[in-house]
């Protein structure tokens, strides 16, 4: 648990703090035009357009951090873990604005960076949820 929390902070910090967009010129921006080509294709291109893949992009983007927050956190509420990934979405796009030129920061990326947190912390509170039931059931089907 340990090395994947600190693998996906070290990836979290790397795509955050990058000096260039991710999608500049190179291998993102090819499958971004490879997704868009493939949406016109089937009849989606109105709907699946760049803004689209980039907010898909940064909402699954915090769900593991949500869940993250959720198992590191296990005693906060709900309401203190949405608050620590509202500040960390919020620390981050500022500190690209500050300090990264060619990064651009917005509050609809902190929305669906938030919005990313909260499917993971519900998420990991089903798999939890689900978890305690299959303990319990198999605790009465023995006794």
């Known amino acids: 648990m340990l090395a994947s929390t600190i693998g996906y902070v070290m990836f979290w910090a790397l795509v955050s703090f990058y000096p260039s967009p991710v999608d500049s010129p190179g291998f993102v ?13 089937v009849g989606l291109g109105s709907i699946v357009n760049y803004s689209f893949i980039e907010a898909a992009a940064n909402l ?3 769900v593991p951090i949500g869940v993250l927050l959720d198992l590191i956190f296990m005693r906060a509420p ?20 500050l300090f990264i030129s060619r990064r651009v920061s917005s509050w609809q990326d902190v929305l669906h960076n938030v919005f990313g947190a909260v499917i993971g912390l519900l998420l990991a509170r089903q798999v939890k949820s689900k978890s305690r039931h299959d303990y319990l059931d198999k605790a009465e089907s023995k006794s």
């Open 78 to 97: 709900f309401w203190q873990k949405l608050y620590f990934a509202f500040g960390v979405s919020l620390a981050a796009e500022t500190l690209q604005g």
């Open 29 to 41: 921006q090819s499958v971004i035009d490879r997704i868009l080509n493939m949406a016109g294709d």
């Open 60 to 62: 699954l983007f915090y």
